[in-house]
């Protein structure tokens, strides 16, 4: 049984009439020969309204019944996505999460796949159903509702691909991963391939066309990923291993992240233990420490500036305060207005002075870099946000468009 599954974004089931071009989609596929499964986000704008709705209600709405309100968007889109397959002729059956199941850990909002259960997916395909599965939500091993954090449907898709030996196409609303965000660069091209390495840094790098998590995924399991529009036929991006990639570049792709938040401990004492207590207290509430900057000394104290997601950041904020108190520290500085910048690419391996000319770009645009941060394969800017748009495009131009004959030949290669 050839099985493949077809993932559909918010914007891709935005309407009645979206639904029903995903439905052709998937009728395509199933008339080529596949055992379709589909897996649907909520329709576009729907989380983003559930969350407003929950925070008109309190600041910190409780993480359990932030899940139950949120899995309700993609159950209300795959029951239509249902009902348009079946008034279209295609027998279609719709699962929650729970009703596959797909089992998470209990971190509300932010929940892990630890087991998909393929049996009943297996018994609906062989009795001629398109199982309809709501991403994004899962169910722990008491019956709880999770969810997986934002963007998740990506991961379902890639979790179920992985779990039922199938290819896996990701639908949405641009053609494909390109060079940078083609909202905010109009020259970003298209990338015909690209490594799951070099995937997964850009999606956790502010590239949201993949979310993270479900590129990890498709590592470990070896699944390949075509992401590709909804709204046209066009051959999209394959995310692939790093071997099949022909076309190895420095940089392959800008990215930009305005969702985090820069947290500074104002005159810390310079001892031993402190960053493991802030760091430790941040790790037990389950925030993810992104940058982290400490000054050089100055008579016994220093300042420690780090960044998290600006959603955990009102709770990493009342999280340092406490330690911060109790560590003696001066004060604690929120600031939201900062972007983090990043270019990210294979050949930067073997290649060298990139580093360099990365500053020299922001520099000679009067842009200053608060952190720095780099791994084998990209190196990321912490600046102002307010450039943040300049950054991208400055940046693109340099590496991407002026630097086209940027290329390496191998892996040690020569070329750069
Ligand atoms: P979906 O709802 O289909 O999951 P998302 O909004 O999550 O779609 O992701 C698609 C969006 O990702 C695009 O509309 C685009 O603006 C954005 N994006 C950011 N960086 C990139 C990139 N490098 N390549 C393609 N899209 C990108
Ligand atoms: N609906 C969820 C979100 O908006 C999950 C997804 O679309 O992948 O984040
Ligand atoms: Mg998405």
């Not at 630890?114 to 091993?141: C, D, H, S, W």
């Not at 502010?206 to 992401?227: D, L, P, T």
Request: glycine fraction near 8%.
């Amino acid at each position: 049984m050839k099985i493949l599954v077809q993932k559909f974004g918010g914007t891709s089931v935005g309407t009645l009439e979206r639904i029903e071009n995903a439905a052709r989609k998937v009728i395509k596929a199933v008339e080529s020969g596949y055992r379709v499964v589909v897996v649907s986000s909520a329709m576009a704008g729907e989380t983003d309204a559930l969350i407003e709705t929950a925070h008109r209600i309190s600041e910190f709405p409780n993480e359990r019944e932030m899940d139950v309100l949120l899995s309700t968007g993609e159950q209300k889109a795959v029951a239509l996505f249902a009902m348009t397959l079946r008034k279209m002729g295609y027998p279609a059956i719709s699962l929650c999460g729970w009703q596959v199941p797909i089992v998470t850990d209990d971190v509300h909002t932010k929940a892990r796949i630890r087991k998909i259960g393929t049996q009943r997916i297996r018994n609906l395909l062989e009795e001629g159903y398109i199982p309809v599965v709501a991403g994004f939500q899962g169910v722990t091993e008491t019956w709880e509702i999770t969810t997986l954090g934002r963007g998740g449907s990506d991961t379902t898709a890639v979790a179920l691909a992985a779990a039922l030996r199938a290819d896996c196409e990701i639908y949405t609303d641009v053609p494909g991963v390109f060079t940078a965000d083609p909202r905010i660069v109009p020259n970003a091209k298209k990338v015909p391939h690209i490594s799951y390495e070099e995937m997964i840094e850009l999606a956790s790098l502010g590239a949201k066309v993949m979310q993270i998590r479900s590129v990890e995924f498709a590592a470990k399991y070896g699944v390949r990923i075509h992401v590709r529009s909804s709204f046209s036929d066009e051959d999209g991006t394959w995310i692939l291993p790093e071997e099949e990639v022909m076309e190895k570049v420095v940089v392959r792709g800008v990215t930009v992240e305005t969702k985090e938040s820069r947290i500074t401990v104002v005159r810390v004492p310079d001892r031993p233990g402190i960053a493991a207590k802030i760091f430790k207290a941040l790790g037990d509430a389950h925030i993810v420490v992104d940058m982290i900057v400490q000054n050089v000394s100055h008579e016994g104290y220093t300042d420690m500036s780090f960044t998290v997601s600006k959603t955990d950041a009102p709770k990493a904020e009342e999280i340092v305060r406490k330690v911060a108190q109790e560590i003696g520290a001066k004060e604690v500085v929120r600031d939201d207005r900062v972007a983090k910048v990043s270019i990210v690419g294979l050949g930067m391996r073997s290649s060298y002075g990139t580093a360099g000319m990365m500053f020299d770009v922001l520099a000679k645009n009067g842009i200053n870099i608060m952190a720095i941060s780099t791994s084998e394969i990209k190196i990321s800017c912490l600046i102002d946000e307010k450039y943040a748009e300049l950054a991208v495009r400055e940046l693109h131009e340099a590496f991407i468009e002026e630097g086209e004959e940027i290329k390496v030949e191998d892996e040690k290669g020569k070329g750069s």
